[in-house]
């Protein structure tokens, strides 16, 4: 029998695994000697029902059918019997994929959606860097039906994300990183979500992780990864039960989500001062994601839309990544803000509570679920990134509008 860890017990290298709790008992076996841990996610019937670890580091082989008998009493989320599946056909959906001198990761992402259990979209690649040809080159390549590449030289995610919207000619939107594959029930999944009864604006779904082989992986893993204070069960998420400001809703990843189109009419689109590209870093689609739940909107988090992540491999990248997550929170406030001053007042009351807590990460007081040897550095690029983002984002737009 193996024997079940933590998440924060998690070290290099891991094997991620996906394992069906549905299916017949496999007599498979697989070579694990290569790894020290084992991420699990356990599905009944495509849906997370479980995310388990363990340690394999004196295993060579694990046979399977053993692994499904020690997590049997895992009892998953049954399948919503609200969802009205013979209804999700009527949602027409554009995929997009806005990209920036990436081949190789491209490609593995479209081929993904080649693989899609619902061929029933379309396909938009944002190129955010044509001078390279590169990203074209990989569009004709791989020549998928009901795709278009459109070259878009401002540089900046918000902006390839803007002119992705601009070319949709569908009702519904979804967007993928090219960092990411999505798992071949994706397109169904985010269907099955617009038909949900709760009418979303917005249906997000769960960012997995694709690969766990080195630190930096299994350090942002242990962080929560993606999908940090999500769980799996499906929930409907609107005002008054959730503040749109802080802390920022169980919402969402930008890599894994999707909009009724009609909205952006509504809340307008990403707001260019934020995201990859610029000074910001990140944060545009939690700007978008609040001013949908202000005005009233319902966003569905939906863990059976799956996609698969790979983490960033060297530390440097994360402590990068650590600082930009930061910077984006404060950016987006005061993008909040720029948009809608009264907001100013509630984020005043807010804003102790905020730099208290990351100034008590960095000074070591990390949650129980981190292990004692997680890098207080990592949390000294966030305070950085806290401190600098409102000052990154008026920088943004003075530079921008002049």
């Known amino acids: 029998m193996l024997v079940e860890i933590s998440r924060g017990e998690l070290r290099a290298p891991a094997k991620v695994l996906d394992l069906e709790l549905a299916a017949p008992t496999s007599e498979e076996s697989i070579d694990v000697s290569a790894y020290r841990c084992l991420w699990v996610l356990l599905r009944r019937e495509g849906i997370p029902a479980g995310n388990l670890f363990f340690d394999v580091e004196n295993v060579l082989r694990l046979e399977l059918h053993e692994l499904l008998k020690q997590v049997e009493p895992v009892r998953g989320n049954d399948r919503p019997t609200d969802q009205p599946i013979e209804a999700a056909s009527f949602h027409q959906i554009t995929v997009v994929v806005c990209t920036r001198n990436r081949p190789d990761s491209l490609r593995r992402t479209l081929r993904s959606l080649q693989s899609q259990t619902d061929s029933d979209f379309d396909l938009l690649v944002i190129d955010n860097g044509p001078e390279s040809k590169s990203t074209a080159k990989v569009f004709d390549d791989l020549q998928m039906p009901r795709s278009r590449y459109v070259a878009e030289t401002r540089r900046g995610l918000s902006i390839a994300r803007n002119t992705g919207l601009d070319n949709v000619l569908t009702n519904r939107v979804a967007w993928i990183d090219d960092d990411e594959v999505a798992d071949e029930n994706w397109i169904k999944s985010l269907k099955l979500g617009f038909s949900h009864p709760s009418k979303p ?202």
């Not at 242990?222 to 609107?238: D, M, W």
């Not at 307008?268 to 700007?287: I, P, Q, S």
């Open 201 to 402: 604006a917005a249906v997000c779904g769960l960012m997995l992780p694709a690969e766990l082989e080195t630190e930096a992986q299994i350090r942002f893993e242990q962080y929560g990864g993606f999908n940090k204070g999500r769980g799996l069960a499906y929930e409907v998420i609107s005002i008054p039960s959730t503040i749109p400001l802080y802390p920022l809703p169980a919402v969402g990843s930008g890599g894994n989500m999707a909009f009724r189109m009609d909205v952006f009419s509504k809340v307008g689109h990403f707001d260019r001062h934020l995201g990859a590209g610029t000074r910001t870093h990140g944060g545009e689609e939690t700007k978008l994601f609040a001013s949908l739940l202000s005005s009233g909107e319902v966003i569905l988090h939906w863990p059976s839309a799956i996609t698969w992540h790979f983490h960033r491999q060297e530390m440097s990248e994360l402590h990068h990544q650590f600082y930009g997550y930061s910077a984006g929170l404060t950016a987006f406030w005061a993008s909040m803000v720029r948009s809608e001053p009264s907001v100013l007042w509630e984020l005043l009351k807010l804003m102790p509570r905020a730099f208290t807590e990351y100034r008590q990460k960095g000074e070591g007081a990390t949650s129980e679920e981190l292990p004692l040897d997680f890098p207080k550095s990592l949390f000294k690029s966030s305070q950085k990134g806290l401190a600098g983002g409102a000052f990154a984002y008026m920088y943004e737009t003075l530079r921008r509008e002049t």
